[in-house]
């Protein structure tokens, strides 16, 4: 018989490793999805990235620019005719549709810094570019509505193994 003072505990452990989801890319603290073949508008790709638990990113630095700049373009090759001249646009997280000219991180409803700008941009030409594309390594206003690729983004999961129990 066992007394109180005699108990037998059983513990189990559960090795997990942590990674990004298959399709996507690891930088830093983040995982990258960038959907080359799939072109939605501004708020279906920021609901598409909702459903992957991510959001659109916030891509608000120069070696975050440039790491994705290289998976979008494995060949590194700048656009001969200048930055921000090719068609390679996809969606990213800012915004100034609540307040014309204030750019924001719409997830966060942080101000955006920075300037990762394309020359003369942002430009609202016509009026109505209030969503952010990422283009060429650059930030560049665009018509919201605009079928285009996009980049979700999610937390890191982290790495290598993890033991619960």
């Not at 037998?8 to 830093?28: E, K, N, Q, R, T």
């Not at 659109?56 to 001249?85: E, M, Y």
């Amino acid at each position: 018989m066992i007394g109180l003072k005699h108990a037998i505990f059983f513990l189990s452990f559960v090795y997990v490793h942590a990674d990004c989801p298959d399709g996507w890319h690891h930088y830093s603290a983040s995982c990258y999805y960038i959907s080359k073949n799939v072109h939605l508008s501004w708020p279906e790709a920021s609901s598409d990235c909702k459903a992957l638990s991510a959001n659109l990113a916030v891509v608000d630095d120069r070696d975050t620019l440039n790491f994705l700049f290289t998976k979008i373009n494995p060949s590194h090759q700048k656009p001969q005719n200048g930055v921000c001249q090719t068609n390679a646009d996809y969606w990213i997280d800012g915004t100034d549709q609540v307040v014309e000219g204030h750019w924001i991180w719409a997830t966060f409803s942080n101000p955006i810094e920075g300037n990762f700008w394309c020359p003369g941009n942002p430009s609202n030409s016509g009026g109505h570019e209030d969503c952010l594309e990422f283009k060429d390594g650059h930030w560049n206003d665009d018509v919201c509505t605009t079928p285009q690729p996009f980049i979700c983004e999610m937390e890191y999961p982290g790495g290598g193994q993890t033991i619960i129990g």
